[in-house]
Structure formats: C-alpha cells, structure tokens
C-alpha cells in the first residue's frame, strides 16, 4: 500500500506539473489571437465542415423521419369484423376523432362487385375494380393524391369512377352503371348507379401506362361509393352480412406532438398509450396495428447510418483540414522557437515543453469546437437540402442542436488538434537551444521526410489494380481461390491510397520539383526569380506541406467529379443502349405497320424497325431482322459495341446479302469464328397448318458485337454476367432475311419494336404524348425520360449535392490554408523584406516575391494534384464494375469523362489561393522598414 | 559626393494614443568624403536619425538635403531610385538573405538596379577582394561568422557604388578583434574609396577612424567633437 501511495502521488505530482501549466497555456492561446488562429484554423475548418453535417442532419430528422413515414395506411390502422348490417359508423368515427392525441381517422369498406358496366350496354372488357365504401370527409390514403370531379361528396346511390375506367366502358358524369353481382353463369344481381364523380390519380403513381388498352390501366382503375349507400347497395347485390364483413380504418395522430425522432423511448411510450386508447374504442374482437413503432425503431439506425455515410464521405476535408492544421501549429511553434528555448534556459524539461505544447493544442481544440460549432450552425443551412436521402425539404428554420453533436465535434476538435500537434511539439522541444536561436533552424532546410508509408499505400494501389486484372482474366484455380475476392474488396479505397500516396511522394521526396516549377516564375519576378528559386529549394519542408495541401484537395476534386460524371454518363449509355435510340415504341398489335404514323408524327426524324425471327438456327439463339440503313441511322451505334470497333463495316456486314453479325457470347459459347457458316430454316405451312417444306438460308458469320442496342428482349438484354444461351444473338439484314418474310409462310417475322430517333430541338414530352396517343401502341420508353428518371432519384441528388458542398468548402481551406500561411510566413520574414527594401528594392518588387512564390507552389500542388485526380480516376473508371470472373457486369463499358466543373475547379481553386496571395503581399508592399528594422534586429 | 544637411528635423512616433518624439528638430551636416560617428545613450534618436537619412522613413517635419535634393519631397518611386544607387546600408544584425550565398547576396542590389550578368561578376569579385571574403564567397550567411557576415553586408552595401555609406551598429554584434578589423575596413573605404560615411555606434575606438563624432541626447544634437582622424 505504500509502494501503491507513492506511485500515486508521482502521478498526482506529475499531473499537477502538467496541470499546472494550464494558466499559462490558456492565456497564451486566448491572448495570442492571430497566432492561435493560425494554429487552429485547419482544424477549425474541418469540425466546422462535420459540425455543420450533423446540424443538418438532426436539423432535418423530423422531415427525415416524415418521408420515411409516407405511404403507410396511417399512423395506425385496424380491422374490426362485425356481423351487424345496421353498424353505425359514424359513432365509431366519432369515437376514434374524440380520443386524445388523434387528428383524423377513416373508416371504409370494401364493397364485392364483380364488375361494372355502362347501363346502356356492356363494356369493351367486363371489369371490376376494387370499389370502396367511404366517409368523404375522411377519406382513407388509397385516395391520397386523388382528384375527384366534382368532389368525394356523392350524392345518394352514386359512383365515382377512375377516369380510364370510366372512358373504357363510355361513361361520363351525369351517366348510368350497373354494379354486377355476378353470382353464376345465370344468376346476376345489380344496383343501378350514378356516376356521381370521376377520379384522376395523383401524377406521382406510375401512369406510365400510356395506352387505353385495358390490361394496361386496370391495376390502378378503382372506384368508390359513399359509406351511407353501403346497406342499400349490398342489399340490391343481394350480399348478405349476416356472415360478417371487414371494416377497415385508419387513424392519424399529432406526430408534432407525440412522435420526437429525437426521443425514441418516450415517443414510444406515448404510442402506446394512445393505441390502448384506441383498442378500447374498436373492441377487443379489433386487430389494431402501430405502423410508427416499428419505423421509429429503424430511424434511430436510420440517422446513425446518415451521420457515419455523411462522416466518411466528409473524410476528405478532415483529412485536408488535419494537413492544414499541421502546417498551421508547426507556424505557431516555429514563431515560439526563441520563447520556448528561453524556457528550457530556465530548467523545463523536454517532457514539459511537449505537455505544454500539447495542452495549448487541447484549448486550441476547445476553442476550435466552440466557434466550429458556431459556424457549423451557419453552414447547416445550406447543407440542410443534400442531407436527407429521402429528399424531403426542410424548413430552413428549422434547427436542432443535439448533445450527441456537441460532445462528437469537442472530440473531434480536441483530438484533431492533439494529433497534429504532437508530432510538430515533438520537433520543436528537441531542438538544441542554441540553433533555435539562430534565423533558420536547421530543420527548415530538410524535409526529413521518410518515404517508406507511401511508397506502401502506392505498391498496394498499384497492386490491387494488377491483381484484380489477373484475377478477372486468370481461371479459376488454388492462387485465385487462395486470393479470393480480396482485391476487389480493397478497390473502392485504391484511389484513396494513390491520391494520398502519390501526392506525397511527389510534393516531398525532393525538392528539385521546385526548382524546375520555379522557372514558371521568372516572367512575372525578372530579377528578383532566382531568390525564390533558392527559398524554395533550401526551405522546401514548408513549400512541401503548403503544396500537398493544395494537391490533396485538387485531386480529391477532380477525382470525385470525375467518377460521378463518368458513372452519370455510363447509367446514360446503359439506359440507351437498352432503348436503343431517342425513343424505343412497342406495338400492340405487332402485324399493324407503325413505320408510316410514327414517321409523320411532329418532331420525329426516323424510324426503324426490329422484326423478331422465328426461324431454327440449329443453336439456341435469338435472330433478328434489321433495315441497316435505317437502323444505324436512327440507332447510331457507337463502336465499341463492335468487337473490331468499326461502325461502318458492322452496317456493311448486315447490308451484305448473306452475311450477319453475331453476338460475343454466341461467338465465344458455341465456338464460332468469323467465315464460319450458319444455317436459318423455318417450316412453310398451309393455313391449316399442313406441312408444305423447308425454307434454309446458309448465312456467314461476318462480324462480332457485344450486342445491337435496343435489339433484344427488353431490359433483360442487360442482364448482367449470365453465360448462357440467353445473350446468343444473330443479327441480320432484311435482304438476308427476304425468304422468309413472304407474308404467304404466315408470321415468322413478328415486329419487336420500333426505334424513333428525335429531331434536334424536339421536346420529348410533346412527341410522346402523339405517339401514346396513336392507335395500337402498346407501350413507349425515352431515354431522356429514364435519364431524368434516374437523376431525379432523391438518394443520387441528396449525394451529389453534398459533394458539390464539400467541393466548394474543400476551396475554402485550400484559399484559407494558402493564405494563412503565407501571411505567416511573411511575418517571419518581415525583416528579409525590410532590409531587400533598404536595399534598393520597391515595395511592389518585394511583394512579388511572396506572390512568386505562392504561384510556383500552387503550380506544384496544381500539376500534381490535377495530375494524380485524374489518373487515378481514369485507371479506376476501368475497374468501377469489376468483379471476380463469374460476377455480373455491366455490358456497356466506362469511358472516362472530364466534366466541365472539375475544369472550373481546377481554374478557379488557383485562382482563389493567388488572390489570397495578392492579398497578403500587399501588406508586404507597403511594410513600415523602420519600425521592422527596429523592433526585429535592425 | 554627397552634401548632408538637415534642418530642424524632426520625427515623432505615435503608438495609438501615445507619442514618442525621436527627434526635436535636429540640425546637422555632413561634408561630403566626412567620415562622421554618431554616439549618444538608447532611445536618443540615433538609429532614426540613420533611417531618415537612408530613406527608411520619413520625417514628421523638417528637411533633408543630400546634394542639394530634400529627400521630403522625393516620391516613392524616387526614394526606390535614391536606396538603390545612392546610399550603402550597413546593418547591427548583417540582415543578410539566410537562402543565398555571400556572392549572391552580394549580386542582389545590382540585380535590382537591372546590371548585366557580367558586370555583376565583375563588381561583385572587387567587392569580395576588398573585403577580403573570396574564399568564402559560395558559403551561406548561417555558415559565416559575425565578421564575414558583416564583410558581406558591406560589399551589399558598396554594390551599386553609392556615394554614401550608413551604418548602424556595424560592430555591435562582433568581438574586439573583428570589430577593429570592420572599423579598419571603413576607414580604408573612407580613404580609399572618398565614400561619406555615417556610423552609428558606442564603440569608442571609432574616434580613431572618425573625423568628427556628434553627441545626441533626446533627439537633438548635443555637441561634436573633432576626432583624432
């Protein structure tokens, strides 16, 4: 125990020693603004920019929590079965409104009818839709969103219909039904009905059914009448109650009162409380569902999986802001070299010096927290509307400030701020106190830079990219089963490992990289160009760690820019390679010619058509007919879809009587080659059916192609990695095909589709709707239409947006960083200047020389972070959909794209840091050479 | 060769709302080929006195003439042209490039004033032989001593052949031995060379080199003495 005592009290001593530098570094870090500033402003930025997240995301939980919430059949939802043919609904519903906390309920029935039908006679297709029984003042959510004309009020012993179905049997408002109770094949009850409304479903259910074939529209066709009419249309059905029959009901609470997305286990308890209240209102015999609980319960992981994907999508400008924050305390402790080697004259220890520094960089953090914060508040606004993967807009009032945030971003702040302290506080408290008191402390003048991590994380990036290329080649066999899918777990962070590899190596493992960007320079700084070359080259430590900082960041951007652009377009390629042109129609009736209509239709410049063969290959593939004049026209395959890459001859080939152009996988499967022959045969038979002979058309293979856009079974000629005799296609022209396209052998050739190539300017909504509107169209695909489809996904735009954010901040840092540290680098040197003035030189010369200098550096960081961006996203473009041999991928290629927001960062991230530049030089310009001689050594 | 006259010069610090009057209309002249010391206690406005004379600073009133221009009136550009080829500034801390090499640092104002390349070689290795430092003309300033810096600090400041030299402190920093061997190097460039020079010291050995020493006290002229020079 006295051993244990004195132990204790070391550390105690020893924790007081620390503690007991508290005060002072308190004081020096609260009254030393810029320098604190400097120190912290990298650090800051970072928990600004993750504060800011969170405050977005706890800010927009309830809008979250809402969206997640749509579409379900109320807040509760119950069934009650009663055999009462006289229920009063009314006093239940009264019931349900009365009971605390409940804001609406609805009660409805379903009402069996077999079909409807236009009293003056039946309708084209004998249908019945789903009829419902309902309080038009409550109506349930099955009519959310729909239009009823004039109104859900029905007069007595009226219907209300979907206006499809309505247009389907011929009736209008004012017209007569006939509900049918169609009992057997003799036996037929029906009540006589008004059409007492029409109802147009909201435009956010898939109306994408385009056609008034019945088959098409029914699944969303239902109708309605009054709850009152509900005895007296089951008696004229003659359906009888007396078994028992469903009421259904919906309730909805004050969700702003009851529901906290903050406060899970107290919105449950109040959840539970209500649904007691209103079991006791339905009865025990009532089955009641919380459709809340069990959501609420998912939207607590919901919100924690936001802030983990949002934090580690926000990696990119902690990482920055930890660089920037390392450059910025190692400033800080550089302008107290002479200070601290005062202290250590005075007896403090090395371990002392470390501790002090360490604290000063944990207030620091404090204080980073604080205002990040703060500022974290003010960014939250504009991140509010990319936080919310359900892309349910938030109030931009709306503001929530959670302790969870609070004490995430004291710690990030605090050990952020320790981390890049430490290693800077290690350095600066072993300096030897006499070199500390010289100008340049030796360390300036090397990197001391050990190249061994990234050398790694470059070998590793590097590797993975082979072995995944080894992999998807090699068969299968003991080093690949032994490698498993390894490499292609780790290929989502390759770039990361390059980018932060690469830009390293490059910015610090020489300093002649400055020197040869320095000659960039000598334009604008003439004479004075080889001073900067000389400080560049003998302080390159510091010219390092400004430069990867502006590479990190560009290539960050121009990395993530360009793989977002690159999927863009490749999702844009898939879609039209799918379609296979502007616009893909399918007939309804296959044998009616659509050629003719859809050609004289406004803003239509060609049309094609894609004929299905039946004819016997003697293998199990698909073979097509195609007119090759009009299909490359309107289809303009690009050339990769052709295994040689040549458009021309591809058409050649089809043009070519006798010749067609197979698939890959066929080619590959059935071992064919190009030359080899292939034999088409189809039975000619008589109108009875009667066997009159064979037709046999010998065909060459003359051409290869991964597939013919649009030519195919729909979106099933996608599917992905399947290797058998599904993708096994032949491609043929019309003249190889003419023997069996005689009308007389019956249909062997049955229209697949037309493909619509659009005119320059034309509005695709506009020639849709005249197609739709044309006879026997079945249905109709647009590219555009998908492309927007796909685009206007909540999720896609909410992280979209969010980069887009991050982006614009990561320019922010770059311009702060840049600026920072030249300004106190310039204070550093103030006397170098003063005495370059006194010396002959004008103000404006000398200023020159900082903004030389920044520009050569920006230069570096730009050539190698654009650099670095940019090929590590196109080597990864060719990997983005790589799997193990035997994985689905995509058949469409990536082609890499640069797009033109990461030319305008690369233009005006520089643009930013030379203005800063500017901005600090001009203080250079214009330094008071007295006061600086004076008071710095003159 | 330089005429130095000031007339009721005066400059006035202002540090918010404090002031502090360097100079309280100080009058004095110097003789072109003169080498002057100027001595007085901390604080009595010698080093001002040095940078309103070096075109530093500006006077808050009074005149400067150097050969018959009043350097008040000189506009920034002038004063550019008038530190660039009229007058050598010798500092107490060398105030020398740390990243270039003796010779470069040397090179630096005839780069400023736009000389050739080889008339920047020419001058710069006179300038190292009369200081005596071309053996060590490809050495850093952090790889030189106090001496050899402020060798090089004078070949800075004789680079564009000015007419007058002004020196603050130029042995402040240095041992006995080098201090002499600097105040000897003015004296040859006095002699030798008929620069004006302007010395700014405590250093009592001055009186030998010197041809006559001024005494300020708070700001203004106390007294001159005639030196042994």
């Known amino acids: 125990m006295f051993l244990s005592r004195l132990y204790v009290n070391r550390i105690l001593r020893r924790g007081r020693n620390r503690l007991g530098f508290l005060p002072y570094a308190a004081s020096d870090v609260l009254r030393n603004r810029r320098r604190t500033v400097s120190a912290i402003l990298g650090v800051l930025l970072a928990v600004t920019f993750v504060a800011g997240t969170f405050i977005a995301i706890d800010s927009s939980a309830r809008a979250t929590l809402d969206a997640s919430l749509a579409g379900i059949p109320g807040d509760f939802n119950f069934y009650l079965y009663s055999t009462n043919s006289s229920y009063n609904y009314s006093a239940l519903e009264a019931a349900l409104l009365d009971s605390p906390g409940v804001v609406d309920a609805s009660l409805y029935r379903y009402v069996p009818i077999t079909w409807i039908e236009n009293a003056t006679g039946p309708g084209v297709v004998p249908y019945g839709p789903p009829t419902y029984a309902i309080d038009p003042a409550h109506p349930p959510s099955t009519l959310s969103g729909v239009a009823a004309s004039p109104s859900l009020d029905l007069p007595p012993h009226s219907i209300g219909l979907q206006k499809d179905f309505a247009d389907s049997i011929g009736v209008g408002l004012g017209d007569r039904v006939v509900a049918v109770n169609q009992v057997n094949a003799t036996i037929r009850w029906t009540a006589n009905l008004t059409v007492g409304a029409i109802l147009e479903m909201p435009s956010t259910l898939p109306q994408s059914c385009p056609t008034r074939s019945p088959s098409c529209f029914f699944p969303f066709a239902l109708a309605i009448v009054n709850l009152r009419d509900i005895g007296w249309l089951l008696t004229q059905l003659k359906e009888s109650d007396t078994y028992g029959y469903q009421i259904a009901g919906e309730v909805w609470i004050d969700r702003a009162h009851y529901v906290n997305p903050y406060d899970s286990d107290a919105t449950q308890r109040s959840l539970l409380r209500i649904q007691r209240r209103l079991q006791e209102i339905i009865g025990p015999g009532g089955s009641l569902n919380n459709n809340i609980a069990p959501r609420l319960q998912a939207f607590s992981n919901v919100l924690a999986g936001e802030r983990l994907l949002y934090l580690l999508l926000s990696m990119p400008v902690v990482l920055l802001g930890i660089y920037l924050g390392a450059v910025g305390v190692d400033l800080s402790h550089a302008e107290r070299r002479r200070e601290l080697a005062v202290l250590k004259t005075r007896g403090a220890r090395r371990g002392q010096v470390i501790g002090l520094l360490i604290l000063e960089a944990i207030v620091g953090g404090l204080v980073a927290a604080g205002v990040g914060l703060v500022a974290g508040v003010i960014l939250s606004r504009f991140l509010l509307d990319v936080v919310n993967p359900y892309g349910a807009p938030t109030p931009y009032e709306s503001f929530i400030l959670t302790p969870n945030t609070v004490i995430a971003v004291a710690f990030l702040a605090i050990v952020l701020m320790a981390t890049v302290a430490y290693r800077s506080a290690k350095r600066t408290a072993s300096l030897p106190i006499v070199e500390t008191l010289g100008y340049y402390a030796p360390g300036e003048t090397k990197i001391l830079y050990s190249p061994k991590v990234d050398v790694a994380l470059v070998t590793v990036g590097i590797a993975d990219y082979i072995l995944v290329w080894w992999r998807g080649t090699a068969p299968t066999d003991l080093w690949t089963f032994l490698l498993g899918i390894v490499p292609f777990l780790l290929l989502p962070i390759v770039p990361l490992l390059l980018i932060v590899g690469l830009t390293r190596l490059l910015t610090r493992s020489t300093g002649k990289v400055y020197d040869w960007f320095s000659r960039a320079a000598k334009p604008f700084t003439k004479e004075l160009y080889y001073i900067i070359r000389r400080n560049l080259m003998r302080n390159p430590r510091r010219s390092a760690n400004v430069a990867i900082i502006i590479a990190l960041g560009l290539a960050f951007g121009v990395f993530t ?338 797009p033109w927001d990461a030319l305008l960062l690369v233009l005006l991230a520089p643009g930013a840091m030379l203005l800063a530049a500017f901005l600090v030089s001009v203080r250079t310009a214009h330094i008071n050479l007295a006061k600086v001689l004076k008071l710095r050594g003159g | 060769m330089p005429n130095i006259a000031t007339k009721d010069l005066i400059k006035v610090y202002r540090a918010g709302k404090s002031e502090v009057i360097a100079l309280r209309g100080l009058d004095m002249q110097v003789s072109d080929g003169e080498l002057i010391a100027v001595q007085g206690p901390s604080g009595c406005g010698k080093t001002t006195l040095l940078n309103l004379l070096g075109g530093i600073d500006r006077p808050t009133a009074g005149r400067i003439e150097v050969d018959g221009s009043n350097l008040v009136d000189l506009s920034d550009p002038e004063l550019v042209r008038y530190r660039l080829q009229k007058v050598g500034f010798i500092f107490q801390f060398f105030n020398l490039v740390p990243t270039l090499t003796a010779e470069e640092n040397v090179e630096l104002p005839m780069r400023l004033a736009r000389k050739g390349p080889s008339g920047r070689a020419k001058r710069r290795n006179e300038l190292l032989e009369l200081v005596g430092m071309t053996k060590r003309a490809g050495h850093r300033p952090d790889e030189l001593s106090g001496g050899e810096q402020q060798r090089i600090a004078i070949s800075v400041a004789l680079a564009n052949d000015p007419p007058l030299l002004l020196a603050d402190e130029p042995t402040g920093e240095l041992d006995t031995k080098t201090g002499q061997e600097i105040l000897d190097l003015f004296r040859r460039l006095n002699q030798e060379l008929r620069k004006t020079i302007v010395v700014v010291t405590h250093d009592a050995r001055v009186s030998h080199i010197a041809h006559r020493i001024l005494e300020i006290r708070d700001g203004k002229i106390l007294g001159e003495t005639a030196a042994a020079a």
Do not use: C
């Open chain 1, 561 to 898: 820019l360009s793989i977002i652009a690159t999927n863009a377009a490749h999702l844009e390629r898939e879609i039209r390679a799918d379609i296979g042109a502007d616009m893909a129609v399918t007939p309804a009736n296959p044998v009616k010619d659509l050629t003719a209509n859809l050609s004289a239709t406004p803003g239509v410049a060609g049309v094609t058509k894609i004929r299905a063969m039946s004819v016997s290959l003697g293998y199990s593939a698909s073979v097509y007919a195609l007119d090759p004049d009009s299909y490359f026209a309107v289809a303009q395959p690009e050339g990769w879809y052709f295994a040689d890459g040549n458009v021309a001859h591809g058409h050649d080939v089809l043009a070519k009587n006798g010749q067609v152009l197979v698939s890959q996988a066929f080619l590959d499967q059935a071992a064919l080659e190009i030359g080899d022959r292939l034999t088409l045969s189809a039975d000619r038979r008589d109108n009875n059916g009667t066997l009159l002979g064979t037709i046999q058309e010998n065909v060459t293979v003359g051409g290869v192609v991964s597939f013919l856009p649009g030519v195919g079974t729909g979106p099933s000629i996608l599917f992905r990695g399947y290797s058998g005799p599904y993708q096994w296609t032949v491609y043929t022209g019309l003249g190889t095909m003419q023997p069996f396209l005689d009308p007389a052998l019956g249909n062997l050739a049955t229209v697949y589709r037309y493909l619509v190539d659009l005119a320059p300017g034309a509005d695709w909504r506009t020639v849709k709707a005249a197609v739709v509107a044309e006879e026997d169209v079945g249905s109709v695909a647009v590219t555009a239409e998908e492309v927007e489809a796909q685009n206007a996904s909540p999720f896609v735009r909410a992280i979209a947006g969010f980069i887009g954010m991050e982006i614009a901040f990561i320019v922010v840092i770059l311009t702060a960083g840049v600026g920072l540290i030249l300004y106190a680098a310039s204070l550093e040197r103030d006397v170098e200047f003063a005495a370059i003035i006194a010396r002959g030189s004008s103000g404006r010369q000398t200023a020159q020389l900082l903004v030389g200098e920044a520009f050569v550096i920006i230069l570096v960081g730009l050539s190698i972070g654009v650099g670095v961006g940019i090929g590590t996203a196109f080597f990864a473009t060719h990997w983005l959909a790589t799997g193990p041999a035997g994985v689905a991928t995509s058949p469409v290629p990536y082609f890499f794209v640069f």
